[in-house]
């Protein structure tokens, strides 16, 4: 990106000696400078999940205002739709919980209560993501760029520049919807693929004679590994996106990429997920029981408890999507180093061989 040119950022650890942190931004970061400005000359260490935190909450203390301004104006509405499910239409949603419902007892699944329950919660969040698909292309894809965009700022130890961000977005956001669409495509997919091998594997069990409740065990193992490969294609996805920002490719090359720049880090990944989906399924439990169906009071806590609640999902969001900038980063190392250390076994094994052979 342009607003990296000729600077090669190197995260490094906080100085514990005073005596060197007189200037606050080298206390978070120490820049190194590059003949090239290229990305794959950025060096910064791989990375535990805790540490990628930690790094992300020193970047949002160096650029807070442009990382704020982008939650305000881009992820907070798009948290009040989702929140809210003010374009929801609840016809739908039952229509669907229904014909859901009607599939498990067919496949021979107990009608129990979390059946009941994870069905409702399927077709409300399908059909949101549909109704909400608009500000998805939009509020959120821009939030992510801009997010990519400021992280890349913060390493060049730059703020935040609308001009220069509207140039950018421009250029290259044509790469980025279509990266998006195909992540949209590759998790639909996924879902899609969860519910034909459910349902075959409840209707193979039930074809065999097994009671209803034990059809339930095997169907719950499927969906304990549907949801490891559904946290590792969000993970591809998050960082395709980031890739389409900072590199020159979109799409399918994309999401290749991605798959192959996490190898080794997977864990680290799904550690950042888990932490992400528990934030905001937290935020989301919250808004559910004290705004939606508030069951105390004259309502009159509504009126802070809400947009407190927008804000914190905002946040969470804000959050999860500059990591995944950041482990972005780290895997670049982590390939980086990979690298270094094989080229270097190879040369070692060239200067081993000619003395090996002199001995002989």
Known sequence: MEAASGLSPRVSSMVTNKEKNEDPVVEVFELEPTHGGSHSDRYIHSMSAL??????VRILRYNSGGFMSIAAILICPLSAVILSNVLV????VKTLTIRLLLLAKTSGLPLRPFIKHSCQKFAEVAVSAVFSFPFYVT????????????VDCTYSRKHFDLSKFYVIVSKFWKRVVETYLWTSGVIVGCLGLFIV?????STAFSVMGFPSDLILYPAM?????????????????NIAIVISVLEDVSGPQALLRSSSLIKGQTQVGLLIFLGSAIGLALVEGLFEHRVKSLSYGDGSSRIWEGPLLVLMYSFVVLIDSMMSSVFYFSCKSYRMEAANAEEQSVLEALAVTPKATDMS
């Not at 540490?51 to 992300?56: D, F, K, Q």
């Not at 239409?89 to 739908?92: A, D, E, G, S, T």
């Not at 091998?197 to 594997?201: E, G, P």
């Not at 193992?221 to 490969?229: A, K, M, N, P, T």
Request: net charge positive; hydrophobic share 65%; with cysteine.
């Open 89 to 92: 239409n609840k016809l739908i």
């Open 221 to 237: 193992v499927v969906g304990l590994i549907f949801s490891i490969i559904l946290a590792n294609a969000i993970i591809i996805c």
């Open 51 to 56: 540490e990628i935190l930690r790094e992300t």
């Open 197 to 201: 091998l459910l349902v075959a594997v």
């Open 139 to 150: 509020f959120s894809l821009l939030s992510k760029v801009a997010v990519v965009y400021t």
